[in-house]
T-cell receptor, first 113, second 115 residues
Framework: GNSVTQMEGPVTLSEEAFLTINCTYTATGYPSLFWYVQYPGEGLQLLLKATKADDKGSNKGFEATYRKETTSFHLEKGSVQVSDSAVYFCALSDENTGNQFYFGTGTSLTVIP | EADIYQTPRYLVIGTGKKITLECSQTMGHDKMYWYQQDPGMELHLIHYSYGVNSTEKGDLSSESTVSRIRTEHFPLTLESARPSHTSQYLC??????????????FGSGTRLTVV
């Protein structure tokens, strides 16, 4: 079946530190992969996506590369800001299962000045 | 700016009350979803719909019910609220992102507290 395993948090970093949040997946087909971000008191927003192997999604300084050989989609940012404090969800969508989403458990990030 | 709207944003009600959480989207999306988000942040799919008059239960058993009489509207109802229903409820619709990929648009959520 489909599943997403995400690095457990919470993660606390100083401003300008390097961020990595690990995500690995299991899928029956060829999924699309996503990172969503949830700011306090809000719903989830799409941060970036990749639809096939070796694609790199990027947005707002965040990047993630779709690695089929390691079934991974790790989120990275070179220099985090206080405003990046949020919960980050890795997710996959598999056309074999009607494009239903499978979310990871979420990783809370706090960036301190 | 979100094109999917949830009301109310916050709700505190007494045990035994009937409540309806509203969710509307203006994008004409056929597929819509309700998630329950626990305090540990994990998302649990409780209901989904693939179009008008289509409703299905999700992975997490829920005492709530949903209806889909119009494409844009997907309300969730609790006939008799209990403290165990206290949670954040997120509504989403599915949109085509191109390259064979679909993504979700989420509402801002309703935080329900049952006392």
């Amino acid at each position: 079946g489909n599943s997403v395993t995400q690095m457990e948090g919470p993660v606390t970093l100083s401003e300008e530190a390097f961020l990595t949040i690990n995500c690995t997946y299991t899928a029956t087909g060829y999924p699309s992969l996503f990172w969503y971000v949830q700011y306090p008191g809000e719903g989830l927003q799409l941060l970036l996506k990749a639809t096939k192997a070796d694609d790199k999604g990027s947005n707002k300084g965040f990047e993630a590369t779709y690695r089929k050989e390691t079934t991974s989609f790790h989120l990275e940012k070179g220099s985090v800001q206080v405003s990046d404090s949020a919960v980050y969800f890795c997710a996959l969508s598999d056309e074999n299962t009607g494009n239903q989403f499978y979310f990871g458990t979420g990783t809370s990030l706090t960036v301190i000045p | 700016e979100a094109d999917i709207y949830q009301t109310p944003r916050y709700l505190v009600i007494g045990t035994g009350k009937k409540i309806t959480l509203e969710c509307s989207q203006t994008m004409g999306h056929d597929k819509m979803y309700w998630y329950q988000q626990d305090p540990g942040m994990e998302l649990h799919l409780i209901h989904y719909s693939y179009g008008v008059n289509s409703t299905e239960k999700g992975d997490l058993s829920s005492e709530s019910t949903v209806s889909r009489i119009r494409t844009e509207h997907f309300p969730l109802t609790l006939e008799s609220a209990r403290p165990s229903h206290t949670s954040q409820y997120l509504c989403a619709s599915s949109e085509y992102l191109g390259q064979g990929s679909y993504g979700y648009t989420f509402g801002s959520g309703t935080r329900l507290t049952v006392v």
